[in-house]
């Protein structure tokens, strides 16, 4: 069985999806943005449309994607997350952007 | 004895503010949601333990909560606010056209006629109407691809849709208004639309007798006779007595014609308040004295109501959704401010009191009586 891919999300978002510190998904097939989010959404359905638009399955442009001290944020969504993440020992860092003065 | 509950979206949160009918010592609940702005929050008619919020952030978008408990525990329902069809294009600032966007929802009308049906006016600007207590949402459409769709152009809060009327006996009429296109009525549920705006005169625009462009800040009408509709324009304050088809100026000896909310007594259709603001530009009470007006007459002759408001360096402003009504024998009128605070009349406005004094900046105000 594969590992657990570890998740942090902002505080906003884990106080509605009533969770504390990381969220531990399975992610079938490649572990990408794309289906760490479809899992994660399909887990805690009440972010669906706070991580990215319900429509375009874009990422609202306030939120970022860390892991690995890298910002994923500008990755392609289908692009393999990075090895340290798929082997859960680095999690996938959803952020609230810094905005607001 | 009979309760009362006061629902207060804020900039960061929602509280929930309860007493019962003497309405003088008052149960805080809140925030809800932190950090969140809540633009609307508003109980149905029919069951008022349902209650609904819109919950919305520049980072994470539009949430809607409903509360089946009168707003102790919340669940998420569908925020999928999707526009029928090619949404098509408006007017923006500089007269260039832009395709229609979803950014947020303003104002949550349960109905008075189904408990299951809710309807939301969002920006930009759009009807929804859920059937199932918010779990789906489908627009409106006809509202939206009125001809005119295409000279609508935002206010400078947004192209929001943000007053929603509904007939008391007739489910299938509604009133909506939009920042800047101004007020439409529908007689057959919502699927075709007429524009309400003749009579409306506005500087702003080239056009005075335009179909549409009027900045229509509020509208509020009394069950007890749905032909009068009441408007807090950008400037004046206007009356129809023909269900919109002509609107004539009541701004009569206001200290200042422009404002936010209107709201009419819940036992005199002809008594009628407003919270006159210096200007466009100054978005604060005249002289910085927070004064409601109330005319007993339906419009033109206004008293300034002042005991238990500062009446000295005042210069918050009040909202289009932030003053409401309660059923109540001895009418309560409650308003919330930028500054945080919630007032509270208990006879129909003659004295105030601050129910609470440090909220985050007040974004709207429902009241439920209970009984």
Known sequence: ?101 | MAGTRVLVGTRKGAFVLTSDERRTDWKVDGPHFPGWEIYHMKGSPLNPDRIYASQTSGWFGQVIQRSDDGGVTWETVDNDFGYDGVPGEHQWYDGSLRPWEFHRVWHLEPSLHDVDTVYAGVEDAALFKSTDGGTSWDELSGLRQHGTGPQWQPGAGGMCLHTILQHPTDPDTLYVAISAAGAFRTTDGGSTWQPINKGLRSSEIPDQDSEVGHCVHRIDMHPSNPDVLYMQKHWDVMRSDDAGDAWHEVSGNLPSDFGFPIAVHAHEPETVYVVPITSDSHHFPVDGKLRVYRSRTGGDSWEPLTEGLPQSHCYVNVLRDAMAVDQHESCGIYFGTSGGQVYSSNDSGDTWAPIVRDLPAVLSVEVQTLS
């Open chain 1, 1 to 101: 069985m594969s590992p657990s891919v570890r998740v942090t999300l902002p505080p906003n978002l884990r106080a509605m999806a009533r969770v504390h510190g990381e969220v531990l998904l399975e992610v079938p097939g490649e572990v990408t943005q794309r289906s760490v989010l479809d899992a994660l959404e399909a887990e805690y359905p009440m972010l669906l449309g706070t991580i990215r638009d319900r429509r375009t399955a874009r990422r609202r442009p306030f939120v970022r994607f860390f892991a690995c001290q890298e910002d994923l944020s500008h990755d392609e969504p289908d692009a393999p997350l990075p090895a340290r993440v798929v082997a859960g020992e680095e999690p996938f860092m959803v952020v609230g952007a810094m905005a607001g003065g």
